[in-house]
Every structure is written in structure tokens, then in C-alpha cells.
């Protein structure tokens, strides 16, 4: 038994084998030996013996050498490859080879081989010069370096490279207090713009932490500055430059009524004739407005009362200048029926109302007013008693007579025409994106506008129906199922 060498991996080779020699004296050479496929075993790293791959008969050289050929089959296994013959009339042979990787084997044996100091090439450990000089290319290599194979103190400033180290060379929670050296951070040390509004963390910066005169314009950002960032009671009229505050620097709608205190502003504080119409929104002045008195004749532009102006009640006598009421004053047919009001001075009492007078119970005319003139016709005596029980008579042939309408068709065309209009209007009208609170009961639109969107926008998770607005997304009620799978009833939720 010998170790007889390397073989290349699933290579085709021919070994010599022997020598054979005759079992009886130990000595003579067998030259006659008949060894064929199944006579030579191998074992591949020492598993189970079984015939060789390849079929050829190994033939005698001399002196009873024999070659053996062997297959990619037999040489398909890296490691330890035993060859053993035990021929009738000769003693037994066995011969040990090493099968070796393609790679490995053509570095070391083949026929441009380097051997094993080889210039570098991807996978090598050890990197060699074209010269012959060995070295570790930290390029080739990783993983091999930790901290116990670098010296004390090795690295040093001078042994790091500008910009070499990045962000993603820093772990996180790194770099923590002692970490830092004392006063290492210096303005020369932080770039422009290095540091962002993300790097602060929420009241970071408080008062001390400000040098005096170090917050300029230029270092506020537009709309940096929010209500909840200034302290109570820290803009004082020192803060302010003069004439900061320009009607470009107030927002339209910006002062409301609660930001003025009672009785700051006096006439002191308003400029001659700066409240124009155009500055009194529509309605904006209400009785409560008023002091007693306050409205004088220069008060008013011309026309600038109208009827809508005026409270039930609001005049006076005395509230009138002498002559003030001309018939210009009044609308048309706004008088009629109450004296004698064309010309420019009033009727009295007398003139409007000739009496007033109470019957008894017992008078069925009930309740009587004597009108001296209606319409511009002398009236004598005028019970208006009846003349309502006229009305009513009349009234009561009208009702008969609609009653017994079927159709439209008394109806003039203009009067159809505005009923189309008002029932195209009631259907073509959108409704409003809301429904009625929940136990509420709704409006016939918004019954409609429920069933609508639980018809076409509803979702059903768990025992939990949503039903959405027409957006898709925003919910506008919720219902209950009694179950999951199958339910039998349905609550509202929301």
C-alpha cells in the first residue's frame, strides 16, 4: 500500500497498478493476469467497494505493472480514491489517490501551472506579486480583519482619508455624550445647511439655548412662526418697528370682534369719513347698535331709508322735522283708503276714522267700523259685519266649484307653465350630502338620499355595515347585523 498521487477531478486517466507477484514465493512477477472490469474495486473516501466505471481490461507493461483505465465516474469524487485487485495466484494490490478539484489541480500540476504563489486573481486568499512578493489585498478579502488583529493606537488621523468615512459606515446609537470630546463640535465643524428642521427634536431649543441677537430676519422662514411658538405677553410695543403693522401684514377677516376690547375703539380712533357704505356689511347694524338719539338728518344719504328699514313701531311723532313727510315720501297706493294724503299737510283723526263703536251680543252684526270713504266713495253708515258675511258666501261658491275640478284646464297657460317650473325645480334640485341624526327621523330627501347610497356605496366588515358618501370614502352611517354570516336584523348605529 502506497500513496501514489493527485488526480484531477472527473478527468479521464490511466494509473499503472502492481506490481502483481505469485503468492507462493513472494517474489516472481505475474505477467499472465487476466484483470478486468469487475476485478478492480474502488472505494471513494473510504464508502462502500464496487467495480470500476470504465470496462476496458487492464494489460500488462512489465514486471508485472498493468495499466488501468479509469472514467469521469471512477474520478467524480474530491477526496481520498482506493484502488484494490486480489487476482487467483497473486498477492493482493492496493494504491491510494487523492482526488483534487479541476481548479486546484491545474494550479498545481498542469502543464502552465504558477504553483502556489500565483499574482492575484478573484477568490484568492493570498495575494501574490507578479514579482513573487506575497501580501493581503484588503480588496480580495472580507471578514478577515476584527479587532483583536489590529494594534493599539494603529489608526490614527493621518491613516484616514478625507471623506472616508460615511454615514453608513456609523452603526446606529454610535456615536453617543461620550463619544464627544469637550467643545469638539465648533461652528467650522458643522457645513452650511447641515443641520434641518428633522434633526431638532421637539423643545429642543429653548431660551438659553440662544446666543443674544442671534435669530435674524434673514434666519426665519416665511410662516415659520406659529401662535403656539411665542410665549404670552412676549410682542410689547418695544418689539414692534415702527409701522411693521401695514394693511398688507393683516389678512382679510383676520380681527374679529372678540380681538378688540370693549371700548377701544372711541371717535378718537377713527378717521374723518372712514366708514364708507362699501365698509357696513348688508344687515350689520341691528337696534341694539343705536344709542338713543345718535341718528341725526346728516346722518343719512339721500334715500338711504327704505321700507325694509324700518321696525313695526319705529316712528314717533316726534320723530319727524316739520313738513318731512311730503307725498314723495310715500309709495304708490301705500295710503290709499286713509284720508285725504295729497297734499302737503296730514289729515287729522276726524278725517280717517268717523267712528268706532261696540255693539252688544245680542246685535248678530257683532263688532261694527264706519268707514267714511273706501275706494274714493262716500260710505253711509257701513256695516262691515256685512260685508264679511258676503265674503263668506262667496267664499263657500269658490270651494264648491274647485271641488269639482278634475283636471288643470281651468287654469290659465302661465299659471301651468310656473307649476312645471316649481315641480322640475323640486326634482332637478341636488339634495343635500347629509341624512338625519341617528334616532332622528329624516325628511323625505333624506330617506331617499339613505336608500340611494345604501343601494350603491356600502360596505360590510364583521356584524359592521358602512355605508359611504357619494365621495367613496367619507362615512355617513354605520348599521349593526345580528351576525356575521347569516343575519336576521339590521340597527342603526350612527
Known amino acids: 500500500m502506497a500513496f501514489q498521487g493527485f488526480l484531477r477531478q472527473s478527468q479521464v486517466v490511466d494509473v499503472l497498478i502492481g506490481p502483481f507477484v505469485d503468492d507462493g514465493d513472494g517474489k516472481t512477477a505475474e505477467t499472465g493476469l487476466t484483470i478486468a472490469q469487475a476485478d478492480v474495486r474502488l472505494s471513494k473516501n473510504g464508502q462502500n467497494m464496487a467495480q470500476k466505471s470504465d470496462n476496458t481490461t487492464c494489460q500488462h507493461d512489465e514486471l508485472g505493472m498493468y495499466n488501468c483505465e479509469l472514467d469521469e465516474t471512477d474520478t467524480d469524487t474530491v477526496g481520498q480514491l482506493t484502488i484494490s485487485i486480489h487476482e487467483s495466484g497473486a498477492l493482493p494490490v492496493r494504491l491510494d489517490y487523492h482526488v483534487v478539484e479541476e481548479a486546484v489541480y491545474d494550479a498545481m500540476y498542469g502543464g502552465t501551472a504558477a504553483g502556489p504563489l500565483q499574482s492575484t486573481t478573484a477568490g484568492r486568499k493570498l495575494d501574490v506579486t507578479a514579482n513573487g512578493e506575497a501580501g493581503l489585498d484588503f480588496g480580495n478579502t472580507t ?29 446606529s ?27 431638532i427634536a421637539a423643545g429642543a431649543i429653548v431660551a438659553a439655548t440662544l446666543a443674544a441677537d442671534c435669530i435674524t430676519e434673514a434666519k426665519i422662514a416665511d410662516d415659520a412662526i406659529a401662535a403656539e411658538h411665542i410665549a404670552a405677553n412676549t410682542i410689547v410695543a418695544a418689539t414692534l418697528a415702527s409701522d411693521c403693522i401695514t394693511a398688507a401684514k393683516i389678512a382679510d377677516d383676520a380681527i374679529a370682534a372678540e380681538h378688540i376690547a370693549s371700548n377701544t375703539i372711541v371717535a378718537a380712533t377713527l378717521a374723518a369719513d372712514c366708514i364708507t357704505a362699501a365698509k357696513i356689511a348688508d344687515d350689520a347694524l341691528v337696534a341694539a347698535n343705536f344709542a338713543t338719539g345718535c341718528l341725526t338728518a346728516d346722518a343719512f344719504a339721500a334715500d338711504a331709508l327704505v321700507a325694509a328699514t324700518f321696525a313695526t313701531g319705529a316712528f314717533t311723532a316726534d320723530a319727524f322735522a316739520s313738513n318731512a313727510l311730503v307725498a314723495g315720501t310715500f309709495a304708490s297706493s301705500s295710503l290709499n283708503g286713509k284720508g285725504d294724503w295729497n297734499t302737503t299737510t296730514p289729515p287729522t283723526v276726524a278725517a280717517i276714522v268717523n267712528e268706532w263703536e261696540s255693539q252688544s251680543q245680542a246685535d248678530p252684526t257683532g263688532f261694527h267700523v264706519n268707514v267714511k270713504e273706501v275706494n274714493g266713495t262716500a260710505q253711509t253708515a257701513n256695516d262691515n259685519g256685512a260685508d264679511i258675511n258676503d265674503i263668506l258666501v262667496d267664499t263657500a261658491v269658490i270651494g264648491a266649484a274647485g271641488a269639482g275640478l278634475t283636471d288643470l284646464g281651468g287654469m290659465s297657460s302661465t299659471m301651468k307653465a310656473q307649476i312645471n317650473t316649481e315641480v322640475d325645480t323640486a326634482f332637478t334640485t341636488q339634495m343635500p350630502d347629509s341624512v338625519a341624526a341617528h334616532e332622528a327621523i329624516p325628511t323625505r330627501e333624506q330617506a331617499l338620499y339613505m336608500i340611494v ?8 366588515s364583521s356584524t359592521t355595515m358602512t355605508v359611504k358618501k357619494v365621495d367613496g370614502s367619507t362615512s355617513l352611517m354605520t348599521f349593526e347585523l345580528s351576525d356575521a354570516t347569516n343575519p336576521t336584523s339590521i340597527t342603526r348605529a350612527t
Open 453 to 460: 347610497q345604501i343601494l350603491s356605496e356600502m360596505a360590510v
Open 173 to 199: 446609537n454610535t456615536i453617543v455624550a461620550a463619544t464627544l470630546a469637550a467643545d469638539c463640535i465648533t461652528e467650522a465643524k458643522i457645513a452650511d445647511d447641515a443641520i434641518a428642521a428633522e434633526h
Open 143 to 171: 471578514g478577515t480583519i476584527d479587532a483583536a488583529q489590529l494594534g493599539a493606537d494603529c489608526i490614527t488621523a493621518a491613516k484616514i482619508a478625507d471623506d472616508a468615512i460615511a454615514a453608513e459606515h456609523i452603526a
